[in-house]
């Protein structure tokens, strides 16, 4: 990255004019001015580190301006101030490991996901609904279930305020609640958790459903991570041991995670003569600098189907993994979908259907259309000052569109094919043949209807904004393997 020399004597000038025209002036009247707030050295390397970044490898660097780093108070929100208008991920940390750590599916965590929702517009006062829960996890032992409802948190009631603590506090005794008719109450019930340090699995639900002459292999995935890949291939075998002829794919949850796990997944689903040879799953496009240095340097910024992968894991220990095996070699797919489906969901979708019929069904898709790299000081300083130790920047780099170039889930996702509401407070268990988005893709595959309940009577809630669901989640995150690509050097410092 460029230094700004030119910058730097001026600003040497400015200063040194400054206190030569104070050393020649008389002080007859001296004045008392208020001292100005010194931002401390170190933030300014930060900030100075988040510009470094965003003016060279950012989707969108022609945008970023230089900025005088002894004015900024908190680079955090200067990046989210700065990145670009239709960038809602880009983001700066000072937990550059806990953020990677997240990214494998690892943790502490209760085990559920929720949503959060305002009882109206004029209160804070929350409640939160059980989406589903991770086998094997707190949530799970306690009994807990999709649908299920939380009204108070340690005796107290839950609001936008505290409503994190629902996630990130190390215990909680629930007070959980019934929904009679449109109204919300205790129920006299208080579950007691103690949050622990897991795996949660993604591979949550998955079973063979048989419907006349169809089987149907029905798999809910929640998080794009390497770790689940092994799982995916044994699902997938299973499918195909089972003779499945077709896939109704959950994602209505699924907010992301690693661009490899998409292109691993959908090989095991795409036609065998896309897989065997080696056709484009995803395109990926840089800002114009990035696409001329990788030209030059002879990179091929597409991505291929393949039955053989060979990379190295967050852990930086090689993996060879072959999915031949559970190829299911199919001609369409169905994907259930909601707000919530983002990301490395949304480029499974993008990547495979310019070769299956993917029909989707929910609710509209959440519109994440780029991948990025989470950056650190050694990736880009050759030798990077102490200051910034942790310090990381998940970074836009990459427009992923199909084999012909185009990205339709940009700017605001999939419109679903079928428009289904997903509502937890049903409380079907996902894989549930009555729960109404899972039923209409069975109604599509075989032309018969599945019977389900009339849906809960209840108030329209409004979700708070930006709530999160569950700790840990991939929360809008298409993310490229650690290292895969290395940053041009000539535009490097040598220290920060």
Same mark, same amino acid.
């Given at each position: 990255?460029?230094?700004?020399?030119?910058?730097?004597?001026?600003?040497?000038?400015?200063?040194?004019?400054?206190?030569? @025209?104070?050393?020649?002036?008389?002080?007859?009247?001296?004045?008392?001015?208020?001292?100005?707030?010194?931002? %401390?050295?170190?933030?300014?390397?930060?900030?100075?580190?988040?510009?470094?970044?965003?003016?060279?490898?950012?989707? /969108?660097?022609?945008?970023?301006?230089?900025?005088?780093?002894?004015?900024?108070?908190?680079?955090?929100?200067?990046?989210?101030?700065?990145?670009?208008?239709?960038?809602?991920?880009?983001?700066?940390?000072?937990?550059?490991?806990?953020?990677?750590?997240? @990214?494998?599916?690892?943790?502490?965590?209760?085990?559920?996901?929720?949503?959060?929702?305002?009882?109206? !517009?004029?209160?804070?006062?929350?409640?939160?609904?059980?989406?589903?829960?991770?086998?094997?996890?707190?949530?799970?032992?306690?009994?807990?279930?999709?649908?299920?409802?939380?009204?108070?948190?340690?005796?107290?009631?839950?609001?936008?305020?505290?409503?994190?603590?629902?996630?990130?506090? *190390?215990?909680?005794?629930?007070?959980?609640?019934?929904?009679?008719?449109?109204?919300?109450?205790? !129920?006299?019930?208080?579950?007691?958790?103690?949050?622990? *340090?897991?795996?949660?699995? %993604?591979?949550?639900?998955?079973?063979?459903?048989?419907?006349?002459?169809?089987?149907?292999?029905?798999? @809910?995935?929640?998080?794009?991570?390497?770790?689940?890949?092994?799982?995916?291939?044994?699902?997938?075998?299973?499918?195909?041991?089972?003779?499945?002829?077709?896939?109704?794919?959950?994602?209505?949850?699924?907010?992301?995670?690693?661009?490899?796990?998409?292109?691993?997944?959908?090989?095991?689903?795409?036609?065998? *003569?896309?897989? *065997?040879?080696?056709?484009? @799953?995803?395109?990926?496009?840089?800002?114009?600098?990035?696409?001329?240095? /990788?030209?030059?340097?002879?990179?091929?910024?597409?991505?291929?189907?393949?039955?053989?992968?060979?990379?190295?894991?967050?852990?930086?220990?090689?993996?060879?993994?072959?999915?031949?095996?559970?190829?299911?070699?199919?001609?369409?797919?169905?994907?259930?979908?909601?707000?919530?489906?983002?990301?490395?969901?949304?480029?499974?979708?993008?990547?495979?259907? %310019?070769?299956?019929?993917?029909?989707?069904?929910?609710?509209?898709?959440?519109?994440?259309?780029?991948?990025?790299?989470?950056?650190?000081?050694?990736?880009?300083?050759?030798?990077?000052?102490?200051?910034?130790?942790? /310090?990381?920047?998940?970074?836009?780099?990459?427009?992923?569109?199909?084999? !012909?170039?185009?990205?339709?889930?940009?700017?605001?996702?999939?419109?679903?094919?079928?428009?289904?509401?997903?509502?937890?407070?049903?409380?079907?268990?996902?894989?549930?043949?009555?729960?109404?988005?899972?039923?209409?893709?069975?109604?599509?595959?075989?032309?018969?209807?599945?019977?389900?309940?009339?849906?809960?009577?209840?108030?329209?809630?409004?979700?708070?904004?930006?709530?999160?669901?569950?700790?840990?989640?991939?929360? !809008?995150?298409?993310?490229?393997?650690?290292?895969?690509?290395?940053?041009?050097?000539?535009?490097?410092?040598?220290?920060?």
């Amino acid at each position: 990255m460029q230094k700004n020399y030119r910058i730097l004597i001026i600003l040497f000038a400015a200063i040194t004019g400054t206190l030569f @025209f104070q050393s020649c002036s008389k002080d007859d009247n001296p004045i008392d001015e208020p001292a100005k707030e010194v931002v %401390p050295k170190e933030t300014q390397k930060v900030t100075q580190f988040a510009i470094d970044v965003l003016q060279d490898v950012y989707l /969108w660097s022609s945008t970023i301006k230089s900025v005088d780093v002894t004015k900024i108070k908190d680079p955090v929100a200067m990046v989210d101030s700065i990145r670009y208008s239709a960038d809602r991920w880009t983001s700066l940390t000072d937990d550059a490991k806990g953020l990677t750590d997240s @990214f494998a599916g690892e943790g502490t965590s209760y085990g559920y996901s929720l949503g959060v929702y305002l009882f109206s !517009n004029t209160s804070n006062q929350c409640f939160a609904v059980v989406q589903f829960v991770y086998p094997g996890t707190p949530a799970e032992k306690a009994g807990m279930k999709r649908g299920d409802l939380i009204l108070q948190m340690n005796g107290t009631d839950i609001t936008t305020s505290n409503y994190y603590d629902l996630f990130y506090s *190390s215990s909680v005794t629930l007070g959980m609640a019934a929904l009679n008719g449109n109204v919300i109450s205790l !129920n006299n019930k208080t579950i007691s958790l103690t949050a622990v *340090s897991m795996y949660q699995e %993604p591979v949550n639900t998955y079973k063979v459903i048989n419907k006349g002459s169809s089987k149907i292999g029905y798999l @809910f995935y929640t998080d794009y991570t390497l770790k689940s890949h092994e799982k995916l291939l044994e699902v997938l075998q299973s499918f195909k041991a089972s003779g499945v002829t077709d896939v109704i794919l959950d994602l209505r949850y699924n907010l992301g995670g690693y661009s490899l796990t998409s292109q691993i997944l959908s090989s095991m689903l795409a036609p065998a *003569s896309i897989v *065997s040879g080696k056709q484009i @799953f995803l395109k990926q496009i840089w800002n114009d600098d990035y696409t001329a240095y /990788w030209k030059k340097q002879g990179e091929d910024l597409d991505e291929y189907f393949s039955y053989t992968y060979n990379y190295e894991d967050e852990d930086s220990k090689k993996v060879s993994l072959s999915v031949e095996s559970a190829n299911l070699n199919l001609s369409r797919l169905f994907v259930l979908v909601s707000g919530n489906t983002a990301s490395a969901s949304e480029a499974t979708i993008t990547g495979l259907s %310019p070769y299956i019929k993917v029909t989707t069904i929910g609710e509209q898709t959440a519109g994440k259309y780029c991948g990025g790299i989470v950056f650190t000081p050694e990736d880009i300083y050759e030798t990077p000052d102490a200051a910034l130790k942790n /310090w990381g920047i998940y970074t836009m780099v990459y427009r992923y569109a199909d084999k !012909n170039g185009n990205t339709a889930c940009m700017p605001d996702g999939f419109k679903p094919d079928y428009e289904v509401a997903d509502d937890p407070f049903d409380r079907y268990a996902m894989g549930d043949e009555a729960e109404p988005l899972l039923a209409k893709a069975i109604q599509l595959i075989t032309g018969e209807s599945v019977t389900t309940k009339a849906a809960v009577s209840l108030f329209r809630p409004k979700s708070v904004d930006k709530a999160i669901s569950r700790k840990g989640a991939l929360n !809008n995150k298409l993310i490229e393997l650690p290292g895969r690509y290395k940053l041009n050097k000539e535009n490097q410092s040598p220290a920060r």
